[in-house]
């Protein structure tokens, strides 16, 4: 039984680039949140999907945007890269019914320079 | 919005000993309080979560125990061995709709032999 999968592991991009990270649930899971979690932090709440739609956000702005597809796997796409958006983007997944018992992924670094 | 606050920042014992790790959160609705054990380079992986219509909760050598009227929570950690080094997160969450999770600042643990 796979665990939440999460790519690229490592991402190099420059300021004011665009970037998208993937993210797939574990097995039997139908909800997915992201959250950032900068160096020596706790993990932040970005904002959480189900049934394709945006549930809920943390307070982080528009620049930050997600997509979940039919197959419940979803995308977090970061527009406008700062330097300050350097951080571990972690994926959790969750049962819509209990959505607080959340696993994560791996996570992806990402360096913005 | 919910706030958590984690101590120690650092903890050193050794093999053997006994760790604890002290949560409080600000939030009276909160009623889940997950446990993350997070290792270099990868994803927190739940530990031990508690709901607060319970006092305590014990898997092996982690206990967790809650106190609702003074809002704080705490991890226990017995008969410690290195593999149990890493960082150590609490977290508070409202179960039903939406969750997010709210974590603490983390907590590093180093078991010294």
């Known amino acids: 039984d796979a665990g939440v999968t999460q790519s690229p592991t490592h991402l190099i991009k420059t300021r004011g680039q665009q970037v998208t990270l993937r993210c797939s649930p574990k097995?039997?899971?139908?909800?997915v949140s992201w959250y950032q979690q900068a160096l020596g932090q706790g993990p932040q709440f970005i904002f959480q999907?189900?049934?394709?739609?945006?549930?809920q956000r943390g307070n982080f702005p528009d620049r930050f945007s997600g997509h979940q597809f039919p197959n419940y796997s979803s995308e977090l796409n970061v527009n406008a890269l700062l330097l300050g958006d350097s951080a571990l983007y972690l994926c959790?997944?969750?049962?819509?019914?209990?959505?607080?018992?959340?696993?994560f992924g791996p996570g992806t670094r990402l360096l913005v320079l | 919005g919910e706030n958590v606050e984690q101590h120690p920042s650092t903890l050193s014992v050794q093999e053997g000993d006994s760790a604890v790790i002290k949560c409080t959160y600000s939030?009276?609705?909160?009623?889940?309080f997950p446990w993350y054990k997070q290792e270099l380079g990868k994803g927190p992986q739940l530990i031990i979560d508690?709901?607060?219509?319970?006092g305590e909760k014990k898997d092996q050598r982690i206990a967790v125990t809650l106190n609702k009227t003074a809002k704080h929570f705490s991890l226990h950690i017995t008969e410690t061995q290195p593999e149990d080094s890493a960082v150590y997160f609490c977290?508070?969450?409202?179960?039903?709709?939406?969750?997010?999770?709210?974590f603490g600042t983390g907590t590093r643990l180093q078991v010294t032999l």
């Open positions: 977290a508070a969450s409202i179960s039903g709709t939406a969750s997010k999770l709210t």
């Open positions: 508690i709901r607060s219509n319970v």
């Open positions: 939030d009276s609705a909160s009623n889940y």
């Open positions: 999907y189900y049934e394709e739609e945006e549930r």
């Open positions: 959790a997944s969750s049962f819509w019914g209990i959505q607080e018992t959340q696993y």
């Open positions: 097995s039997g899971h139908d909800t």
